[in-house]
């Protein structure tokens, strides 16, 4: 706090920063934008509005720095949080290895720097996004006995995938998702913007697949891909991505976990980003679903997304035309 001047004359400087002060917006403005630049350079401090000492909570933070208050949606398991097992490390090396892949698709022509912590981000919120679909399986009745889902740090390395990304389907997923949005910026920077995403989401995916080993029985099965994996998409009706209550759990989860949030960004604006991102990856792992189609023994297995509510509407259709015939 600055001082007022002596003889009980206010102090100008100080009445810039009472609340309700006309240069308060301003303030603010020069404050996320320094925060903006502590989170760009990984810097382990940010820059708070300091509060009166009785108006600090009980329990606090150190001072000058906040953090946001636990999820209001979904409480964490914290075996399932982001970065239980990935460090932001790790993370952060993998978009590097990505962003120099022979394979990447377009420029978003923004800083180094930008491009790093947008991708970084998005990495975050498909790992939340697997994760969050391993939980769903945890305690999962199995006749009579709860199903137990433990995560563990194995001790492998990543495997990279050899596929090259279609440029025409990361265009295709782009385009989808600007059909759903108003623009960020413009239609050609979002354009821009949603296609490195989808690359980066469609990179990762691979790349997971790559890794993937399951071991049961003394055998080890691992799964091998193709270009074709990826130009089987149709028109079918999707239905998770346009799910709002689903998309906007899932940002609220993130919004709360104290390990994926950006202190430095308006949860306004964090919650936006991470809606984006999200419903691209639902509307990825959904197409793949939709056209998955398992082959085990002489037998074919296709598997749906249906969304429950429709269902049931469904079937009270078909029951009351039953009953009138």
Request: with cysteine; hydrophobic share 45%; net charge neutral.
């Amino acid at each position: 706090t600055v001082p007022s001047g002596g003889g009980g004359i206010p102090n100008p400087l100080a009445q810039l920063f009472e609340p309700g002060s006309p240069a308060t917006p301003v303030l603010e403005g020069v404050r996320g934008s320094l925060n903006l630049g502590l989170e760009l350079v990984n810097a382990p401090v940010r820059i708070a509005k300091s509060k009166p000492p009785e108006a600090a909570s009980p329990g606090g933070t150190a001072a000058g720095i906040q953090r946001r208050p636990e999820s209001r949606v979904i409480r964490h398991e914290p075996e399932f949080r982001v970065t239980t097992l990935v460090s932001m490390h790790e993370i952060y090396g993998y978009v590097e290895e990505v962003l120099r892949h022979p394979s990447r698709v377009g420029q978003t022509r923004l800083p180094h720097s930008w491009e790093r912590g947008i991708f970084a981000l998005t990495v975050k919120v498909v790992i939340h996004v697997l994760n969050w679909t391993i939980r769903q399986v945890n305690h999962l009745d199995f006749g009579g006995y709860k199903l137990h889902v433990r995560q563990v740090r194995a001790d492998v390395k990543l495997h990279r995938s050899a596929i090259d990304i279609d440029e025409k389907l990361v265009n295709l997923v782009a385009n989808q998702v600007i059909a759903t949005h108003d623009p960020l910026v413009s239609v050609s920077f979002d354009r821009a913007l949603y296609s490195q995403l989808s690359y980066v989401v469609f990179r990762l995916f691979a790349d997971i697949v790559a890794s993937f080993r399951l071991r049961s029985l003394g055998v080890s099965i691992t799964m091998n891909m193709d270009r074709d994996v990826f130009l089987k998409l149709t028109d079918k009706e999707l239905h998770l991505a346009k799910d709002q209550e689903l998309v906007r759990a899932l940002a609220g989860d993130l919004l709360g976990d104290k390990d994926v949030n950006l202190v430095w960004l308006p949860d306004i604006l964090e919650e936006r980003i991470y809606i984006v991102a999200i419903r691209l990856c639902l509307h990825i792992i959904e197409t793949w679903v939709a056209e998955l189609s398992i082959q085990v023994f002489g037998t074919s297995i296709d598997i749906r997304v249906f969304r429950e509510k429709l269902q049931q509407e469904s079937a009270k259709e078909a029951v009351a035309g039953e009953a009138g015939k």
